[in-house]
């Protein structure tokens, strides 16, 4: 079983559509949660940490529990600026894993 | 702040010959830097950990002998392929912790494309 697992896609949604990505994690101690956007041939990016208490940046909400070891991500209102690889990223002190990401393509 | 660059961003070269890549942290000191390598459509898989000063932590799988890391100083991590075939092409991307920050979050460079022919 992966350490962190995510539906690879890919979703391709509209414009102003409404789109959730979800994630598992084996490791239960697992100390903190991202969610990183990866441009094509890029770097991935800091799009946002994920706390118990779910956090909201604009668009995006993200949800953690622990007792499931499940984190999501809910973009609203998508712009085709969002097409990207969207990565789940579990961490422990100097152990960062990585999932292999959910592509979306928002179209016109 | 907070800015890592690779060099070089992309690079050729023929098999059985050893590339270089560097990675730094330009405004700020990293006691630890990870290198990470993708192939395409997989996700991120770490290689190794350095930390200045120090040897490198490798993780299971990856070769120390082939793959060389050297961070002699806070700004500074290195990482030489040697002896490159087709198959260790590939994006290989350095990030790095801040020095005494408790944040857990890492900075990543722009990452380096490497094709062996």
């Known amino acids: 079983r992966k350490e962190v697992e995510q539906d690879p896609g890919p979703f391709n949604v509209p414009e102003g559509a409404t789109v959730a990505f979800n994630c598992t994690y084996s490791?239960?101690?697992?100390?903190?949660f991202f969610w990183y956007r990866q441009d094509c041939r890029k770097e991935p990016k800091l799009l946002m940490s994920v706390y118990s208490s779910g956090n909201e940046d604009g668009r995006f909400t993200a949800q953690l529990n622990r007792a499931s070891q499940y984190i999501s991500l809910l973009i609203r209102d998508s712009k085709l600026s969002d097409s990207a690889t969207y990565l789940c990223?579990?961490?422990?002190?100097?152990?960062?894993?990585f999932g292999a990401g959910t592509r979306l393509t928002v179209k016109p | 702040g907070a800015v890592v660059s690779q060099h070089p961003s992309w690079v050729i070269c023929k098999s059985g010959t050893s590339v270089k890549i560097e990675c730094r942290s330009l405004d700020f000191q990293a006691t630890t830097m990870f290198w990470y390598r993708q192939f395409p459509k997989q996700s991120l898989m770490l290689m190794a950990t350095s930390n200045e000063g120090s040897k490198a932590t490798y993780e299971q799988g990856v070769e120390k002998d082939k793959f060389l890391i050297n961070h002699a100083s806070l700004t500074l991590s290195t990482l030489t392929v040697t002896s490159a075939h087709p198959e260790d092409s590939s994006f290989y991307i350095c990030?790095?912790?801040?020095?005494?920050?408790?944040?857990?979050?890492?900075?990543f460079g722009p990452g380096t494309r490497l094709t062996v022919t």
């Open positions: 990030s790095a912790k801040i020095r005494d920050h408790h944040t857990l979050e890492q900075y």
């Open positions: 490791n239960s101690a697992s100390q903190s």
């Open positions: 990223v579990v961490n422990k002190v100097n152990d960062m894993r």
